[in-house]
């Protein structure tokens, strides 16, 4: 069985370029989430879905962040017009939904995003 | 404000020898915590997590104290191993709260030393 997979691992932006960014989760994994990873930190909460229901989008940090997940199964993180703030790696994780409260998320390995 | 907190960047302890790491948490509401370990390249991977009705949680070399009056929970491995040598996260979430989105630490980054 397949982990989360992530793609591109990296990627090279000039400011302003729009990005787009994608995570295959676990096959059955009904929640998705995404998070940033700044240099040195931890993860922070981005957005999550519920199959393809968005159901928080609190931690984007600005209009310039989209995301959907369109059939339930891959997603994709947008970033439009990007700065150089937004350079950090992009962690996608699932889980299912009724254990991971305790069981945890997958993560997959990350897009690392350099705006230069 | 960072509602989870690792005051320790690094640790180093010897193989063989017990490692300890430490957390921190202000949300009274987290109904679980959990540890992730990060190995350079990957993605964050579970480890182990405790309930917040329970004050110990032991699996293999690993066990995790928690302390609910003092808001501090602890990871202890027993006895380290190289291949334990990695960055810990510490996360907490609450379970009725958007399938476990979970809130992290700044990590901790263990070095065992053979």
């Known amino acids: 069985g397949a982990g989360v997979s992530q793609s591109p691992r990296y990627k090279v932006a000039k400011r302003g370029q729009d990005v787009a960014l994608r995570c295959d989760p676990i096959s059955g994994h009904v929640s998705l989430f995404w998070y940033q990873q700044a240099l040195g930190q931890g993860p922070e909460f981005l957005t999550y879905f519920q199959n393809e229901a968005q159901l928080d989008k609190s931690g984007l940090p600005s209009d310039r962040f989209f995301a959907e997940r369109p059939e339930g199964s891959v997603s994709t993180l947008k970033i439009q017009r990007t700065q150089q703030e937004d350079s950090a790696v992009y962690l996608c994780?699932?889980?299912?939904?009724?254990?991971?409260?305790?069981?945890?998320?997958?993560f997959g390995p990350g897009t690392r995003l350099l705006v230069l | 404000d960072q509602q989870v907190k690792q005051n320790s960047p690094s640790l180093s302890v010897q193989e063989g020898r017990i490692s300890i790491l430490n957390c921190d948490y202000t949300?009274?509401?987290?109904?679980?915590f959990l540890w992730y370990k990060k190995y350079p390249a990957e993605g964050p991977t579970f480890l182990i997590s405790?309930?917040?009705?329970?004050d110990k949680n032991e699996d293999g070399r690993f066990t995790v104290f928690l302390n609910k009056s003092a808001k501090h929970l602890s990871l202890h491995i027993v006895p380290s191993q190289p291949g334990d040598s990695a960055v810990y996260f510490c996360?907490?979430?609450?379970?009725?709260?958007?399938?476990?989105?979970?809130?992290f630490g700044d990590g901790t980054t263990l070095t065992v030393k053979p």
């Open positions: 994780a699932s889980s299912l939904e009724l254990l991971a409260g305790s069981q945890g998320q997958y």
């Open positions: 996360a907490a979430s609450r379970a009725n709260t958007n399938a476990g989105k979970s809130t």
């Open positions: 405790i309930s917040s009705i329970k």
């Open positions: 949300n009274s509401m987290f109904d679980y």
